[in-house]
């Protein structure tokens, strides 16, 4: 299948400060669900916080999943102005947003995969971690 994602030679601009952009969107994912989990906490009494790991990543997994599937970016890319475009350039389907947060979980569950990821958004043409370019998609600004 043809990749038929901007061309970074040649459409540069889909991809100019993309690194930074995708770092600070993490950080305002991470906060959002750390939020959402302790706020659950809160409601059950504190029973949540003993299993709070599995909440953690549960609550993850559904935020970064139904964000993903329904605009093609979570709220920390949006708010980045970035979002995800699978292989045919078209936005990610339900099917695909569910694949790339597994693999992004998983990615963030080891060290040196996650490394490798980093060194990927950093030095890469079309700046995709280890988990964009198994399922082929890529982070790109969002066009006008």
Same mark, same amino acid.
Request: net charge neutral; proline share 5%; no cysteine.
């Given at each position: 299948?043809?990749n038929?994602?901007?061309?970074?030679?040649?459409?540069?601009? !889909?991809?100019?400060?993309?690194?930074?952009?995708? !770092?600070?969107?993490?950080?305002?994912?991470?906060?959002?669900?750390?939020?959402?989990? !302790?706020?659950?906490?809160l409601?059950?009494l504190?029973?949540l916080w003993?299993?709070?790991?599995?909440?953690?990543i549960?609550?993850?997994?559904?935020?970064?999943?139904?964000?993903?599937?329904?605009?093609?970016?979570?709220?920390?890319?949006r708010?980045?102005?970035?979002?995800?475009?699978?292989?045919?350039?078209?936005?990610?389907?339900?099917?695909?947003?569910?694949?790339h947060?597994?693999? !992004?979980?998983v990615?963030?569950?080891?060290?040196l995969?996650?490394?490798?990821?980093?060194?990927?958004?950093a030095?890469?043409?079309?700046?995709?971690?280890?988990?964009?370019l198994?399922?082929?998609?890529?982070?790109?600004?969002?066009?006008?």
């Amino acid at each position: 299948m043809p990749n038929a994602l901007p061309d970074p030679d040649y459409d540069h601009a !889909f991809y100019d400060g993309v690194p930074a952009k995708r !770092f600070f969107a993490w950080l305002v994912d991470v906060i959002i669900v750390t939020a959402i989990t !302790f706020t659950l906490g809160l409601f059950t009494l504190s029973l949540l916080w003993w299993v709070w790991p599995l909440v953690y990543i549960t609550v993850d997994l559904v935020y970064r999943s139904a964000t993903i599937a329904s605009g093609s970016a979570t709220l920390g890319m949006r708010l980045m102005n970035i979002e995800l475009r699978g292989p045919t350039g078209a936005r990610l389907s339900r099917g695909e947003a569910v694949l790339h947060t597994v693999l !992004f979980m998983v990615a963030m569950g080891f060290v040196l995969l996650q490394l490798i990821s980093i060194l990927m958004i950093a030095l890469g043409a079309r700046h995709q971690g280890l988990h964009d370019l198994l399922i082929g998609s890529a982070a790109i600004n969002r066009p006008r």
